[in-house]
């Protein structure tokens, strides 16, 4: 397409505002259209917001313990969460500010209003003030993300009844928190909670916290939450619920009650592919609302593209902004196309969690002889002198190839870690590969470098293996 190409897109999180700026790069004319707020919901009421407070608890607890280092700290630590939600918000409006500039110095329109399509080459938007107007494209990305799901059964009523946007801003710390669901929402919540000083309970219908993830992993997290006292009630769901006392009481499928002043709603995303005028250009739908895309990002109707939440791939904001680049070089005529096999992932629970690739589970279910190499954090020289000596590396591998088919690391910077994995993933590495790469010492690193050696029992800082 030529330097003329007109490219509008319907969103801006972190897919919308990341195709925006690779199309611009690109040469194109583009405009974004955000109703509500750019950076969406990982900015503004998701990610960031989260890990802010969450960096708060962690830093709490590390002064909590600091007297064995030598530090002395006078008098108890506590929490002003009052100050500590002014602090997120302050964090969350310098990113957005961020946002707003990088558009503005890529020559990108920002049209505060909601989209929607009126063919396959007209957008009208609805302003803010009600009006309306019609902007014509080359082609349109749809990138609307996801909400919170609309529950009858737990109608929102705060700060009785919450989902994680309400619970972000709440300024005194609930004494007693109910929390449905435990997947990574809800663990997450579960740890800043706790760390806050609330009494914690996670309700959770399968056998475990965070179902899909690697047991090793799942294992260690639950002991861990068990050391922070959260009440974990698994294999169960709430089969009624009432308002008592400017709190909530639930019962359980096991008949167990329990009493909370909050309940947070943490069970899965509603995706954003409503009132975007769809049918009217026949753009084709999945079982659960998706917007159907092929590799390119495009749907059926060519010039047409969508990428993040909507698209029901995954969701993960960094998922969304490679879809975005890719929906973005496909749409100015360079084709490019995205792959799933790699995508790594954080899970912000005390301690972090890293991920990438396969679980130990999903290798043998997929018939796969599978090889497997631990390394705990306590044996890392890092770990011990700065006082974070709890965790551990997991590899898994084929027994044939020693191709690494998935890591999993749950301890200090996991998600961080997690990226040197990723990349001898993507690059088709064998576990020998990842051993015989030389580490800096002392490095919270050197554990993955253990793993892998340890998947033919070589780890040199592991007690020998007993065969």
Not at 149 to 170: C, H, N, W, Y
Request: aromatic residues 4%; contains cysteine.
């Amino acid at each position: 397409m030529s330097d003329s190409t007109h490219i509008v897109i319907i969103g801006a999180g972190p897919g919308g505002y990341v195709a925006a700026i690779r199309a611009a790069q690109l040469g194109a004319r583009v405009t974004v259209l955000e109703e509500q707020a750019l950076g969406g919901v990982c900015l503004n009421w998701g990610c960031i917001p989260s890990k802010t407070l969450l960096g708060f608890i962690d830093l709490g607890e590390r002064v909590r313990h600091a007297q064995p280092f030598g530090l002395n700290i006078d008098g108890p630590v506590s929490y002003d969460l009052a100050r500590m939600v002014a602090r997120k918000e302050d964090v969350v409006r310098g990113l957005v500010n961020g946002i707003g500039t990088l558009l503005k110095q890529w020559n990108i329109a920002h049209v505060p209003g909601r989209g929607e399509l009126v063919n396959d080459r007209q957008v009208r938007v609805t302003h803010l003030d009600g009006s309306t107007s019609t902007i014509d494209a080359d082609a349109v990305i749809l990138a609307t993300g996801s909400s919170w799901p609309q529950l009858p059964q737990f109608p929102i009523e705060g700060p009785r009844v919450l989902t994680s946007k309400e619970a972000l801003d709440l300024t005194e710390i609930p004494r007693r928190v109910l929390i449905v669901g435990g997947g990574v929402e809800g663990c997450e919540f579960a740890c800043l909670f706790s760390g806050l000083g609330s009494e914690v309970s996670v309700v959770e219908m399968m056998p475990s916290v965070l179902p899909l993830e690697d047991e090793d992993v799942i294992s260690t997290l639950t002991r861990e939450l068990k050391k922070r006292k959260v009440q974990l009630f698994l294999n169960t769901q709430i089969t009624q619920w009432s308002a008592v006392d400017q709190g909530v009481q639930a019962t359980l499928g096991s008949g167990e009650e329990l009493v909370a002043d909050t309940m947070l709603i943490s069970v899965g995303r509603r995706l954003n592919s409503g009132r975007l005028g769809l049918d009217k250009v026949g753009v084709n739908l999945g079982a659960k609302g998706e917007i159907l895309v092929n590799e390119q990002m495009e749907t059926n109707v060519p010039g047409i593209f969508a990428i993040g939440d909507v698209t029901g791939k995954s969701m993960l904001a960094h998922v969304a902004s490679a879809q975005g680049k890719v929906a973005a070089s496909n749409a100015m005529g360079q084709p490019q196309s995205i792959n799933y096999d790699v995508i790594p992932a954080g899970i912000f629970t005390l301690p972090e969690i890293g991920r990438v690739g396969l679980t130990e589970a999903q290798a043998r279910e997929r018939g796969l002889t599978v090889a497997v190499g631990r390394f705990r954090y306590a044996g890392l020289g890092k770990a011990q002198a700065v006082g974070e000596p709890f965790g551990q590396f997991k590899v898994i591998a084929d027994e044939h190839t020693k191709k690494i088919l998935g890591v999993h690391i749950i301890g200090a910077h996991a998600a961080d870690l997690i990226h040197e994995a990723a990349l001898a993933m993507h690059g088709g590495l064998t576990v020998a590969d990842l051993a015989d790469m030389i580490h800096a010492h002392p490095t919270f690193s050197e554990g993955l470098m253990e793993a892998a050696e340890d998947v033919e029992g070589m780890a040199i800082h592991q007690a020998r293996k007993r065969k």
